[in-house]
């Protein structure tokens, strides 16, 4: 188990920032403005083992997305999907990219099932394993946490918070990512692709730990919707900016996001403030003479 005093790398560690975003003439983006027909699909789930019994936790539960959440790698996703996309389609590589960015969070099968509902079902199937094996060797081969998390999952957890992971991924590569990177010490639990959807996820948070405030951290219009879905769950969001794509706070505070920023520095402080309305009121001590039922 990783010592959670001291995560592998550095949280001083920086990296070049990238080119800002600007906008691409003649290119119609696929952000669709109603809830996505797709956005239930998932790899068929399957559990080997029956699911936790519930339990009450300390303080609260914050559910976390992976890519784009915790790990700093939407940039090397999207490069990878661009490139099996034009080579499977014949979409240019950076329309297919910024196509990839405006449906990210949906499982890789359901943006192409979006994206090029008229192609055969058997190439998007294809596509999508390439993807997924790319994914692994290049994209996930190099990813590192953004700079802040593990200094804010450290100071979550000493705040007796509950964490949990969220992820399209396979279950197994995302506890290897997190080992890999000195994080998985602190998480609960870890769902992902076989388990079913985001709102499956939460619904099964929801079950596992009752009667407790709840957040979703996320980084995706998706994301943010599978929160709105489940009662009881406030959704949270990183924005996001890459080479010619942005997905600023305001777009997903119109998503539905309570709160959105670039960076998750001031999570702790945040949740606070946002558990109260939902959690526990603080103490009053009765005034002198007052008299009690």
């Known amino acids: 188990m990783t010592d959670p005093s001291g995560p592998r790398r550095s949280p001083d560690e920086t990296r070049p920032e990238e080119p800002g975003p600007r906008s691409l003439e003649g290119i119609e983006l696929p952000l669709v403005v109603a809830t996505s027909q797709y956005a239930e699909v998932a790899r068929p789930a399957g559990r080997s083992a029956p699911p936790p019994a519930p339990r009450l936790v300390e303080r609260g539960v914050v559910v976390f997305d992976l890519d784009g959440t915790i790990l700093d790698d939407l940039s090397a996703i999207s490069q990878v999907a661009a490139e099996v996309m034009a ?99 602190w998480f609960e639990d870890v769902l ?56 600023t706070p305001r777009d997903l505070r119109k998503w539905g996001a309570a709160w959105a920023g670039y960076s998750l520095e001031e999570l702790p402080e945040l949740l606070a403030r946002l558990e109260r309305p939902a959690g526990r009121r603080p103490h009053r001590r009765p005034r002198a003479g007052a008299k009690r039922s």
């Open 87 to 185: 080579k499977a389609f014949g979409t240019p590589v950076e329309e297919a990219r910024i196509h990839y960015l405006a449906t990210t969070g949906m499982p890789f099968e359901a943006q192409l099932a979006q994206l090029y509902p008229e192609a055969p079902a058997p190439l998007r199937a294809s596509t999508a394993r390439t993807f997924h094996q790319r994914k692994v060797a290049e994209a996930y081969a190099r990813a590192r946490p953004f700079p802040e998390m593990p200094r804010t999952l450290n100071r979550l957890a000493r705040e007796r918070w509950t964490l949990a992971i969220s992820t399209g991924a396979e279950t197994e590569m995302a506890d290897l990512l997190l080992e890999r990177e000195g994080l998985r010490y």
């Open 192 to 247: 992902g692709s076989g388990e079913g959807t985001k709102r499956e996820h939460l619904r099964e948070y929801r079950r596992r730990f009752p009667d407790r405030p709840m957040f979703l951290v996320g980084d995706s219009r998706f994301d943010l919707e599978a929160a709105s879905s489940v009662p009881g769950v406030i959704a949270l969001a990183r924005a996001s900016r890459t080479s010619h794509w942005s997905l």
